[in-house]
């Protein structure tokens, strides 16, 4: 019996950084710069809720003054 469901997991959207005008489109959706996109994706992956979850986090320590790691210490 063949099932018709659909593997949902294929049609999520991934952010390709090696596209120039999808990370353009995802850096406007989010609301940075490309390349704070594309940092995001290198530490926590390709997934759009990760990445937004990190750039929130981000934008939130840096407005707090907390330090960030991947800048190394002060």
Do not use: Q
């Not at 949902?8 to 959706?29: E, G, M, N, Q, T």
Request: charged share 30%; hydrophobic share 35%; aromatic share 10%.
């Amino acid at each position: 019996m063949i099932n018709n469901e659909i593997d949902l997991r294929a049609y999520r959207p991934r952010i390709d950084v090696h596209d120039y005008f999808d990370l353009r489109s995802w850096a406007k959706r989010f609301g940075v710069t490309p390349g704070e996109v594309r940092r995001a994706v290198a530490r926590v992956g390709d997934s759009p809720r990760d990445v937004e979850t990190y750039l929130e986090f981000a934008r939130s320590s840096a407005a707090s003054g907390l330090p960030d790691d991947a800048r190394g210490p002060p």
